[in-house]
C-alpha cells in the first residue's frame, strides 16, 4: 500500500443474519501507524475501514500484521475475526547514502593511467529501480554499489599538487534522488626535476688586486620538486686556472650560490678565466644541472714603467759598425754588446 496521511483502506463488511448493533476492534502485536473505523453502507450494512494515522515507512516496516475483531451487539455476545496482512510499498523518499564522509587519498605523480585512486560505496534503503544508483564521474563499477575511481592520464604535481573531486550518486527512482561527496587526492611528490638556472651563464668583474674573500657574483637555481626534492645545494665543478686547482681561486657558498674570491688576482698573469657551477638537489637518486662563470679581472695601475729599447750613437775607428749604426736592445744585452764602453745610452722611444 502507498497511502497519504488519513488516508482510509475500505475492508469487506461483517456478515450478520440479523443486523443490529456491532463494533469492531484492531489489534496489533506493535505499534500500528493504522486505526479502524466504521461506516455504514446505504442498504444499511455496516463496514470497517483501515485509517492511515501516521506515515507509513517501508524501509523501517515493509509488512503490518492486524487482527481486526468484530462483535455483535446480541447477548451473549458474538465475535469474528480476520487477519490482515498489509504490504508497505516503496516510494523513491530516500536519496543514495555513501559510506563515508570524505574521501581521502594519495597518489605519485608518476602513476599510470588507470592507476585506482579510491573505491567508493553507495547504498540507498530504497528498492528496485529506486535503489539503483550511477555517479557522475568516470569512474569504474567494481560490484554492485562499489565504484572504482582511477586516474585517465599521468599526474603532475607541479601542475597541480591537490584535487578535490566531487562525486555524485543519482538513484533511478521518479523523481530521482542524489546525494554527493568530495575525494580529497594529493599528488605525491617524486624527484622529477632537475635544479635550473635562472641565467644560462653569469659573468663577474673584478679589479686586480683585490682581497681574498670579497664576492664575485652569485648563481641561482630553482627546483620546482617539494621538500629534499626541491633543495638546491651548490659546488664548484674540478678545473684549472694557469695549472692550478680552480678552488684554489674561488669558491661557492653552497647554501646560497654566492660565488668569493680565495686569493687576490693579478691582471699581469690572467686577464679571465671560467668558473664551472654545478647545482644538485637531494632527492634520490639526486638530480643536478652546471652553468658556466666567466671571470674577469680589470688592471690598476700597480707597475713603475720599465725601459724596454735603447738607442745608442758611437762612433768607431774600425769597420765593425758604420758611423751613426743604431742599436736597439735591452738594458740587460747592454754590456754584452758594449762591455765596459763609458757611453752613456741615450734614452729613445
Known amino acids: 500500500v502507498r497511502r497519504r496521511l488519513h488516508s482510509c483502506i475500505a475492508l469487506l463488511s461483517a456478515s450478520k443474519t440479523h443486523w443490529g448493533k456491532w463494533c469492531s476492534r484492531l489489534h496489533s502485536a506493535e505499534e500500528r501507524p493504522l486505526c479502524i473505523g466504521c461506516k455504514n453502507k446505504s442498504s444499511g450494512r455496516k463496514y470497517s475501514e483501515l485509517v492511515l494515522d501516521e506515515e507509513l515507512d517501508r524501509e523501517n516496516n515493509n509488512e503490518i500484521t492486524l487482527l481486526l475483531t468484530a462483535f455483535d451487539g446480541g447477548s451473549p455476545q458474538r465475535s469474528g475475526t480476520v487477519i490482515i496482512h498489509v504490504t508497505v510499498l516503496d516510494a523513491n523518499d530516500n536519496a543514495p547514502v555513501f559510506s563515508q564522509t570524505v574521501y581521502k587519498a594519495s597518489l605519485p605523480e608518476n602513476s599510470p593511467p588507470d592507476t585506482l585512486v579510491i573505491t567508493v560505496t553507495a547504498t540507498d534503503a530504497d528498492e528496485g529501480i529506486n535503489s539503483q544508483s550511477h555517479t557522475v564521474l568516470t569512474i569504474l563499477p567494481s560490484i554492485k554499489n562499489y565504484y572504482s575511481l582511477v586516474t585517465t592520464e599521468q599526474l603532475d604535481r607541479e601542475l597541480v599538487s591537490d584535487y578535490n573531486i566531487t562525486i555524485t550518486a543519482t538513484d533511478e527512482g521518479s523523481p530521482p534522488l542524489s546525494s554527493s561527496k568530495t575525494v580529497q587526492l594529493t599528488v605525491a611528490d617524486i624527484n622529477d626535476n632537475p635544479p635550473v638556472f635562472e641565467e644560462k651563464s653569469y659573468s663577474a668583474y673584478v679589479t686586480e688586486n683585490n682581497k681574498p674573500g670579497s664576492t664575485l657574483c652569485s648563481v641561482a637555481a630553482r627546483d620546482p620538486d617539494w621538500r629534499q ?3 638546491v645545494v651548490y659546488s664548484l665543478l674540478p678545473g684549472e686556472v694557469n695549472g692550478a686547482p680552480v678552488s684554489s681561486y674561488v669558491s661557492v657558498n653552497g647554501d646560497t650560490g654566492v660565488i668569493h674570491a680565495v686569493r687576490a688576482f693579478d691582471y699581469e698573469h690572467f686577464r679571465s678565466f671560467k668558473v664551472h657551477v654545478m647545482a644538485r638537489d637531494n632527492g634520490s637518486p639526486p638530480l643536478s644541472s652546471n652553468v658556466t662563470v666567466n ?49 752613456s745610452p741615450e734614452v729613445g722611444m
Open 295 to 343: 671571470v674577469f679581472v680589470s688592471d690598476v695601475n700597480d707597475n713603475s714603467p720599465q725601459i724596454l729599447d735603447f738607442k745608442f750613437v758611437s762612433s768607431y775607428n774600425d769597420n765593425t759598425l758604420p758611423v751613426d749604426q743604431t742599436l736597439r736592445k735591452s738594458p740587460t744585452d747592454f754590456s754584452d754588446v758594449f762591455g765596459d764602453c763609458d757611453d
Open 229 to 231: 626534492n626541491g633543495t
